[in-house]
């Protein structure tokens, strides 16, 4: 279980640095706008736009990393949050993270 914690860990580490990245403002707020031609400002803003996405995916992600750690110390890891049911070893070696069964999930 400690390569487990380490490989998580690891894990939450770059969520971490990928969030921080896509959150640092490289451009004065004040100079995007939306406007009727495609200009520099409008690019930044949409630019923006699929930021916000992809970083509420990743924080997302990193709740699931965090719940799996929370896990490893509750010595429930493997377990399904939903179910109580082993998760299959195959899924929780591909996804570390997983807290949900196959079929739990797909419900």
Known sequence: MSDTRALLQERLAELDSEIADLKEVRLDPGAVSF???IGEGTNEA???L????VVDALEAK???VERALAK????????????????????VE?????TQC?????R
Do not use: F, H, M, Q
Request: glycine share 12%.
């Open 35 to 37: 406007g009727k031609r």
């Open 46 to 48: 949409i630019d923006r």
């Open 50 to 53: 699929n930021k916000i996405g």
């Open 62 to 64: 990193r709740s699931e």
């Open 72 to 91: 490893l110390d509750e010595g429930t890891y493997g377990e399904c949050d939903t179910c109580g049911e082993s998760i299959a070893p195959e899924r």
């Open 94 to 98: 591909a996804i570390p993270w997983a």
């Open 102 to 106: 196959v079929r739990c999930l797909s």
